[in-house]
């Protein structure tokens, strides 16, 4: 019992699940496009934005930020709303860590 009541602590005291948001890469989204969603949605500086477009673009797929469940849906949600307002086929997606 004693043993019960202390994981049940340890547990409650587990920091969240975090999730990794990558974009991935595509032939139709223009470079520009990828690096100001960088900047907007995912706040990086002009330079680290263009860096981790271009490995997108070389390797497939770049990390854009480590978040918890509901940060990282509302980034998936607002990289989907952006690309698909500008009619770019851009894809986001989050895998657990
Ligand atoms: N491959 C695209 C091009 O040549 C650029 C691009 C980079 C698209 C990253 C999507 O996540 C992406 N215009």
Not at 2 to 25: D, G, R
Not at 81 to 94: D, I, Q, S, W, Y
Request: charged residues 30%; glycine residues 4%; proline residues 2%.
């Amino acid at each position: 019992m004693a043993t019960k009541v202390e994981s049940q602590e340890s547990t409650a005291l587990q920091e969240p699940k975090l999730y990794k948001v990558f974009l991935l890469n595509d032939d139709y989204t223009t470079m520009d496009f990828v690096v100001d969603v960088l900047c907007e949605v995912f706040h990086k500086s002009y330079e680290e934005a263009v860096n981790i477009m271009l490995k997108i673009h070389k390797e497939g797929k770049g990390l854009c930020g480590v978040y918890t469940y509901e940060i990282a849906e509302t980034k998936v949600d607002q990289v989907h709303r952006l690309a698909r307002a500008h009619e770019f086929p851009l894809k986001a997606v989050m895998e657990e860590e």
